[in-house]
């Protein structure tokens, strides 16, 4: 189990790095430029100077600052213009054309956005959405992949029912502790009640020492933390849920909470609130339609998915799902900014 996994993650990597060489050079010939679309909205989550770590299953959500100022020189040199993400669909209502727009933002509101990603953006003037989740900042809900990564790293071993009796999973090499972090990803995202998950893993992780909350109250901003950030007139801050679940998955009433109470929590600490949205985890299996019109009767002007694309005048016809590109921690060369802003990747997926 432990080799097949990580086989499926090397030839994975090989076939995407394959994948944005090729997208990099069709761009440097000119190939499928309408691929490029009028734009792009970047999403970001750690930004931090990197720690080797020998189990890192979470470097995919981490970039350097340095590789984020590259970013920025990259598609300025391309000659994005760069907006706040609430004005990207009035922005591209009146672009010329050739004009290109981009958008960043950052989900979970981790402190290190606002100690390494933002003196890189108010450096190159370019605006930003921080995506805040009250739970985290308010020190209410753990993270749990963050919770499960610290777990995972300390436990010799860890016995845990994931529903038809315990098993034991051993955990002494890097690729057992990636086996077990799939398992128990999957153990979440499938499980009835996705809260109810985490509280089993949460319970496991204080049996080994591990404080779910601590780990919240290291990485998260707090309240201060983002009343001193909004100050800045290039940050924003976004709704991101109260607890981070899968809206797909819940209710209407609990969905529609869980959106609106976000944003009132915002609006008290910051005293606005917020017109942007992240869906948590934002993939099809995570969000529905329904959450599309949650976004638009709760008055968001622009909710965000994870799901990769550019944007186009129609990108607009539903404000309420709009792609997203990820700066992955795992590709950190400018080249491949590039490839993904020409929207080649993304062209050549669905084909």
């Given at each position: 189990?432990?080799?097949?996994?990580?086989m499926?993650q090397?030839?994975?990597?090989?076939?995407?790095?394959?994948?944005?060489?090729?997208?990099?050079?069709?761009?440097?010939?000119?190939?499928?430029?309408?691929?490029?679309?009028?734009?792009?909205?970047?999403?970001?989550?750690?930004?931090?100077?990197?720690?080797?770590?020998?189990?890192?299953?979470?470097?995919?959500?981490?970039?350097t600052p340095?590789?984020?100022?590259?970013?920025?020189g990259?598609?300025?040199e391309?000659?994005?213009?760069?907006?706040?993400?609430?004005?990207?669909p009035?922005?591209?209502?009146?672009?010329?054309?050739?004009?290109?727009f981009?958008?960043?933002?950052l989900?979970?509101g981790?402190?290190?956005?606002?100690?390494?990603?933002?003196?890189?953006?108010?450096?190159?003037?370019?605006?930003?959405?921080?995506?805040?989740?009250?739970?985290?900042?308010?020190?209410?809900?753990?993270?749990?992949?963050?919770?499960?990564?610290?777990?995972?790293?300390?436990?010799?071993?860890?016995?845990?029912?994931?529903?038809?009796?315990?098993?034991?999973?051993?955990?002494?090499?890097?690729?057992?502790?990636?086996?077990?972090?799939?398992?128990?990803?999957q153990?979440?995202?499938?499980h009835?009640?996705?809260?109810?998950?985490?509280?089993?893993l949460?319970?496991?992780?204080?049996?080994?020492?591990?404080?779910?909350?601590?780990i919240?109250?290291?990485?998260?901003?707090?309240?201060?933390?983002?009343?001193?950030?909004?100050?800045?007139?290039?940050?924003?801050i976004?709704?991101?849920?109260?607890?981070?679940?899968?809206?797909a998955?819940?209710?209407?009433?609990?969905?529609?909470?869980?959106?609106d109470?976000?944003?009132?929590?915002?609006?008290?600490?910051?005293?606005?609130?917020?017109?942007?949205f992240?869906?948590?985890?934002?993939?099809?299996?995570?969000?529905?339609?329904?959450?599309?019109?949650?976004?638009?009767?709760l008055?968001?002007?622009?909710?965000v998915?994870?799901d990769?694309?550019?944007?186009?005048?129609?990108?607009?016809d539903?404000?309420?799902a709009?792609?997203?590109i990820?700066?992955?921690?795992l590709?950190?060369?400018?080249?491949?900014?590039?490839?993904?802003?020409?929207?080649?990747?993304?062209?050549?997926?669905?084909?």
């Amino acid at each position: 189990m432990p080799i097949r996994s990580v086989m499926r993650q090397g030839l994975k990597r090989a076939v995407i790095t394959g994948g944005l060489e090729v997208a990099h050079l069709a761009e440097r010939a000119g190939l499928m430029a309408s691929a490029r679309g009028m734009g792009a909205i970047f999403t970001l989550h750690h930004v931090r100077p990197k720690m080797p770590q020998v189990f890192d299953p979470n470097a995919h959500l981490e970039i350097t600052p340095e590789f984020l100022d590259a970013a920025i020189g990259h598609l300025t040199e391309e000659g994005y213009q760069f907006v706040p993400l609430a004005d990207m669909p009035a922005r591209l209502a009146i672009a010329r054309p050739g004009e290109r727009f981009a958008a960043f933002t950052l989900d979970d509101g981790y402190r290190n956005n606002a100690v390494h990603a933002q003196p890189v953006f108010t450096r190159h003037k370019v605006p930003f959405t921080v995506f805040v989740a009250p739970g985290f900042a308010c020190k209410t809900h753990g993270i749990w992949w963050e919770t499960l990564t610290e777990l995972l790293r300390v436990a010799p071993h860890l016995d845990f029912d994931f529903g038809s009796g315990a098993v034991t999973l051993p955990l002494a090499t890097p690729f057992q502790k990636q086996a077990a972090y799939e398992r128990f990803a999957q153990f979440i995202h499938t499980h009835a009640e996705e809260s109810a998950a985490i509280e089993r893993l949460d319970a496991s992780a204080r049996a080994h020492g591990v404080d779910p909350l601590m780990i919240t109250e290291r990485l998260v901003m707090r309240e201060p933390e983002l009343k001193s950030l909004v100050l800045n007139p290039f940050a924003t801050i976004g709704a991101h849920t109260v607890s981070h679940r899968a809206l797909a998955r819940l209710s209407d009433a609990e969905a529609r909470r869980e959106m609106d109470e976000s944003a009132e929590r915002i609006a008290a600490i910051t005293g606005r609130r917020p017109d942007t949205f992240a869906y948590p985890y934002g993939n099809r299996a995570a969000v529905s339609p329904r959450e599309h019109q949650l976004a638009k009767d709760l008055g968001f002007r622009v909710a965000v998915l994870t799901d990769p694309g550019t944007l186009s005048a129609r990108s607009f016809d539903t404000p309420a799902a709009l792609p997203r590109i990820s700066l992955n921690g795992l590709y950190q060369k400018p080249k491949y900014v590039g490839a993904l802003a020409s929207g080649i990747p993304f062209r050549l997926m669905r084909h």
